[in-house]
């Protein structure tokens, strides 16, 4: 059977971000024998001007479409910003609305807060941002995830055990959707 690739995203650029520590959790419970790539550059990316939106565009934006190509499935582990998507993911991905690298791209979403909501705003707006770029958010494959900061231990594990039930949910979802793609 063929490795599958993911891409893995964190829509914040802090140090010690808990989306950040959760996706590199999640991360670890993917079986060894698949490929992860944890994108790194996005505070790389220039902002996004359409005049630039060109074919050879500049180097950290060629590097992101040629992750985002090479994936076959990503998954995307963010906060939410004054009820939105953090401006460096929503960067990102106005990058490659046009290229198309997410259409038909299996996708899996989680949104992470201390707050009690989980940050479920940034989650659906996120939601609508993909599905405008006909990417394939994979049935199954959301999560809203609250008290983030209760939820990881020392060692970036998760000692929810909710939690550690609804990623492995989700990652089932999202690899079964891979799957399907790649016998199809
Ligand atoms: C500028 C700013 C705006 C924020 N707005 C929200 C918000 O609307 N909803 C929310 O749940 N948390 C909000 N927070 C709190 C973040 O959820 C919290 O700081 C979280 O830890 C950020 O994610 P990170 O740890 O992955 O960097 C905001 C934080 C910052 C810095």
Same mark, same amino acid.
């Given at each position: 059977?063929?490795?599958?690739?993911?891409?893995?995203?964190?829509?914040?650029?802090?140090?010690?971000?808990?989306?950040?520590?959760?996706?590199?959790?999640?991360?670890?419970?993917?079986?060894?024998?698949?490929?992860?790539?944890?994108?790194?550059?996005?505070?790389?990316?220039?902002?996004?001007?359409?005049?630039?939106?060109?074919?050879?565009?500049?180097?950290?934006?060629? &590097?992101?479409?040629?992750?985002?190509?090479?994936?076959?499935?990503?998954?995307?582990?963010?906060?939410?910003?004054?009820?939105?998507?953090?401006?460096?993911?929503?960067?990102?991905?106005?990058?490659?609305?046009?290229?198309?690298?997410?259409?038909?791209?299996?996708?899996?979403?989680?949104?992470?807060?201390?707050?009690?909501?989980?940050?479920?705003?940034?989650?659906?707006?996120?939601?609508?941002?993909?599905?405008?770029?006909?990417?394939?958010?994979?049935?199954?494959?959301?999560?809203?995830?609250?008290?983030?900061?209760?939820?990881?231990?020392?060692?970036?594990?998760?000692?929810?055990?909710?939690?550690?039930? &609804?990623?492995?949910?989700?990652?089932?979802?999202?690899?079964?959707?891979?799957?399907?793609?790649?016998?199809?």
């Amino acid at each position: 059977m063929n490795t599958v690739n993911i891409l893995a995203i964190s829509g914040s650029l802090r140090g010690q971000s808990l989306n950040s520590t959760l996706l590199r959790a999640v991360i670890s419970m993917i079986p060894s024998q698949e490929t992860v790539v944890n994108y790194s550059e996005m505070a790389q990316l220039p902002h996004f001007n359409p005049d630039l939106d060109i074919d050879d565009a500049d180097t950290a934006v060629a &590097n992101w479409r040629r992750l985002l190509k090479e994936a076959n499935g990503v998954l995307i582990c963010t906060p939410e910003y004054a009820k939105g998507v953090p401006g460096s993911l929503k960067n990102a991905l106005d990058w490659v609305v046009s290229s198309g690298e997410f259409v038909s791209k299996p996708v899996a979403v989680i949104s992470a807060s201390p707050h009690p909501d989980g940050g479920s705003t940034a989650n659906n707006s996120l939601l609508g941002t993909l599905a405008m770029m006909s990417a394939s958010v994979v049935e199954g494959g959301t999560l809203t995830v609250p008290f983030i900061n209760q939820k990881l231990g020392s060692n970036e594990e998760i000692i929810d055990s909710e939690l550690r039930l &609804n990623i492995e949910n989700l990652l089932n979802a999202l690899f079964q959707e891979i799957n399907n793609n790649v016998v199809s």
